[in-house]
């Protein structure tokens, strides 16, 4: 069936427009059960981006084009590195054109942007917060193309569908290499995700943002955007993450009859994902700004050491 | 004689005067002549190692002399007021501020507010009042009418800059994130390194000081209550003790130990808050949540018993508002129980966590020798080696009867965040010990005492120990027997200069920890 591929690449899309509120309300949830208190239950999120959707943007005077355009492009990557991981079916026409390197370069164009975005109005905290995202971004963003790199030699490919199908198949096989290039890819989701102990996403302070600080001047509907690209950037590394280390249930066989199956597994690996992301945030304190560059270089020598052991031992 | 005394007699000989007009008479005031103002501060300081623990001035032209200017010593368990007389036109006197660093803001505040001129004050700048008020405005002067709305004028205040290369300034405030009171920080910083920080005060500036002098002693007792609405209960107990020093008032035995024990438990409503806000800041939430909720339970507790969740106008001229019976005392009992395992238990969380110890230790080291320069209080005291509590060194009652109370008081060397987080805890830990013992013990007898106002020219002094640290008031009787001047010296006029110095060196990211862990109040500081 030809439109096949297509009704996934849309069904993917439609998943990640929906389900990544839910699943920033599923850990807001597990947070406050974990906290001993009572949450406001899975659809939260929605709420907060339909009230940020219906309240006018406040604009500062010297804002320039790229304040402006810099959701748009934010949310826009979010939706377009939604069409390359997969999620339910490795079948996806986007993945054959952009490869795990150009998913990269499209999180690092977001960033790019919402870090001029940060400086743009001349605020004290929208530039320390650009400046500590970059510092961040220089040492995640390598870390990650080890981590993914580790995974491409074991698939001989760049490109996502072709790695997971490969990894799906040999599923029995465990490799060492892929155990360390999931440890360093956890620790990156955590920096590049601006969660605890690396960021602190609910936090009022300020002086302590990091990505938060870039984006404290946005409002309304402009703000709308980010909340809900942030939640689908989270989303789609937890998915890219599921994806590359175990697929299990993906759809690979061109049959529609096992997409709900899919589909369930998908939602079963979210929920366990999301627990083992309130456990993180729950036990830990956020670190120190400095301890940073520790943080992400021990995720580099993870993931190289993933590299050296599948030279060694595969 | 005491230390304090010793000193100043042996090097001013006959320049000075005791001054039998101050209550208690454990405080000694005495006069000195203006030019030897400055002269007293280095002998008490050189020869006695006093601390300064509070600056003030008052306008006694009602009794037809000039202004007075005031500066009270603290040296172990003694306090020395020593007073100079000055001239009602262009009043000046030697600035402390070379001698005493805490004397830098009491003076800028007297030259703003009374409008005394401390010659050798290195700096000009209005403190507390802004700079939008007109030339010529002192309203703590008798002569300033309180009632009338002032012009707004233009000017602008002069921050301290820092130049080169990579140096920027982050203004934060006044109005911050969350609900917090007002106050504006500037850094300045390269990278994230803070090479200064300035703060700058005075946004809730109420005119609590003037707005004294028109009340009745006892309305003053309410207003003293409202300086600072989370230290109400030991804001109250220092008016009031002020005030009945100087009246003959002898305040019952059971009204003594029933103010004690609501000191201590707005003691640990405000540390359990206060611990968990500290963690919170270092993004661990979940000890915010379980702090918050026995906060939570103390503050109920006291809205059931006692009918206001933080106790406000429960201390009253004279003795307490209200009394504990049998239940009440089974109630506080039982709740002291649950909340000591519950907290034991987050104590444990809270030791046991590497992430937030390594954020709290080390992070914002105010070093006891500067600790000690700064003349601290309280928690920030007692956490950087300074150990000091008027509960202990200048023991009100019934702190007095230390062999039946037996408090102890943890002092700390390191004088950083978690020095100050566990010195609330200990603190927490004893006056849930003590508040036990008091109520086993809590004497019988009457709850209040007549209580008849003070004749004219007395004046009262007061040091209580509340949760933040020492309180200290000073009241003078006008001619007519009515409050002429009250000063009120939350510890967080001294303290919020020890933030202000602990935070060089640190990095932008760990301010708000380290504020939170000062947790000054900015409305007993503005008044």
Redesign the interface.
């Given at each position: 069936m030809i439109l096949y591929p297509f009704i996934i690449e849309i069904l993917q899309l439609l998943i990640i427009l929906a389900l990544a509120p839910v699943f920033a309300g599923w850990i807001k949830m597990l947070k406050c059960w974990s906290q001993g208190r009572t949450s406001p239950g899975l659809f939260q999120p929605y709420r907060d981006i339909i009230k940020l959707f219906s309240k006018d943007v406040v604009i500062a005077g010297n804002a320039s084009w790229i304040f402006r355009f810099t959701p748009y492009l934010v949310f826009g990557v979010a939706v377009l590195a939604g069409g390359i991981v997969p999620m339910l079916s490795v079948d996806l026409p986007l993945a054959a054109t952009a490869d795990v390197i150009a998913l990269v370069a499209l999180f690092a164009i977001a960033r790019f942007f919402t870090a001029l975005a940060g400086m743009d109005i001349g605020t004290a905290f929208g530039g320390m917060g650009s400046s500590r995202e970059m510092t961040i971004a220089s040492l995640a963003e390598p870390a990650m193309l080890m981590a993914i790199f580790t995974v491409s030699l074991a698939s001989k490919s760049t490109s996502l569908s072709e790695m997971v199908q490969v990894i799906y198949s040999g599923l029995s096989v465990f490799r060492p290499s892929l155990a360390f290039a999931l440890l360093a890819f956890i620790l990156i989701t955590l920096a590049e995700t601006g969660r605890i102990p690396v960021d602190n996403p609910a936090t009022h302070l300020e002086l302590t943002m990091i990505h938060e600080a870039m984006i404290l001047e946005y409002s309304g509907r402009h703000l709308a955007l980010l909340e809900w690209a942030g939640m689908m950037k989270l989303f789609l590394f937890v998915m890219l993450g599921v994806a590359v280390f175990a697929p299990w249930g993906i759809e690979a066989s061109g049959d529609f009859a096992a997409i709900p199956a899919a589909f369930l597994f998908m939602i079963l690996k979210l929920a366990a994902a999301g627990a083992g992301l309130v456990l993180i945030e729950t036990g830990l304190a956020k670190m120190r700004l400095f301890r940073l560059t520790e943080f992400l270089g021990s995720a580099f020598l993870l993931a190289t050491l993933g590299m050296l052991s599948y030279f060694i031992l595969e | 004689m005491s230390v304090l005394t010793d000193a100043i007699t042996s090097a001013l000989g006959t320049d000075i005067q005791f001054d039998k007009r101050q209550y208690p008479s454990s405080v000694i005031c005495c006069t000195v002549p203006v030019e030897k103002f400055a002269e007293a501060a280095w002998v008490l300081k050189k020869k006695a190692f006093a601390l300064l623990a509070a600056e003030w001035a008052s306008d006694e032209t009602p009794f037809g002399r000039g202004f007075c200017v005031f500066a009270c010593y603290r040296w172990g368990k003694e306090y020395l007021i020593v007073r100079s007389e000055l001239p009602s036109d262009n009043p000046q006197f030697p600035s402390l501020t070379r001698r005493y660093i805490p004397a830098y803001r009491f003076e800028r505040q007297i030259q703003s507010l009374m409008g005394i001129t401390p010659a050798g004050h290195p700096d000009a700048r209005p403190w507390i009042k802004f700079e939008d008020w007109p030339a010529g405005a002192w309203p703590l002067r008798k002569s300033f009418d309180a009632s009338k709305p002032l012009p707004r004028v233009a000017g602008e205040y002069e921050w301290i800059k820092a130049e080169g290369e990579g140096v920027?300034?982050?203004?934060?405030g006044p109005v911050h994130?969350?609900i917090i009171e007002p106050g504006h920080f500037r850094f300045q910083a390269v990278g994230?390194d803070i090479i200064n920080l300035e703060e700058r005060l005075g946004y809730v500036h109420k005119g609590i000081e003037k707005k004294f002098e028109a009340l009745s002693w006892q309305d003053g007792a309410r207003l003293a209550g409202r300086v600072s609405g989370d230290t109400t209960v030991a804001h109250a107990i220092a008016y009031c003790m002020a005030l009945e020093t100087m009246t003959d008032c002898n305040v019952p035995e059971r009204a003594n130990w029933l103010r004690a024990i609501f000191l201590e438990r707005e003691r640990i409503a405000n540390h359990l808050g206060d611990i968990g806000a500290i963690?919170n800041?270092?993004?661990?939430?979940?000890m915010l949540?379980?702090m918050s909720?026995l906060r939570e339970i103390v503050l109920r507790t006291n809205h059931k018993l006692f009918g206001h969740r933080f106790m406000m106008d429960k201390v009253i001229p004279g003795g307490a508002a209200v009394d504990i019976d049998s239940e009440g005392k089974k109630e506080i009992l039982s709740e002291l129980d649950s909340i000591s395992k519950d907290f034991e238990k987050l104590v444990i969380i809270y030791d046991e966590?590497p992430?937030?110890e390594?954020?709290v230790r080390d992070t914002g080291i105010l070093r006891p020798e500067l600790a000690r320069e700064l003349c601290v209080v309280g928690i920030a005291a007692r956490a950087s080696g300074l150990n000091l509590d008027c509960r202990i060194f200048n023991p009100f009652p019934p702190y007095d009867q230390y062999d039946l109370i037996e408090l102890g008081v943890p002092v700390l060397i390191t004088g950083d965040v978690h020095a100050r987080t566990w010195v609330r805890i200990q603190e927490v830990r004893e006056s849930i010990r003590i508040i036990r013992y008091m109520l086993e013990n809590l004497p019988d007898g009457e709850i209040t005492s007549s209580f008849t106002p003070p004749s004219p020219d007395m004046s009262g002094f007061a040091a209580v120990e509340g949760w933040r640290g020492e309180i200290i008031y000073w009241l003078q009787a006008g001619p007519k027997g009515e409050i002429n001047r009250c000063m009120v010296r939350d510890p967080s006029s001294v303290n919020w200069l020890g933030l202000e110095q602990a935070i060089p060196g640190n990095?932008?990211?760990?301010?708000?920890l380290c504020n939170k862990s000062f947790n000054q109040s900015y409305s007993g500081h503005d008044l």
């Open positions: - | 920027y300034e982050i203004p934060v994130a969350g994230e963690c800041d270092a993004a661990f939430a979940f949540y379980q909720r966590s992430s937030l390594d954020r990095i932008v990211p760990d301010f708000p």
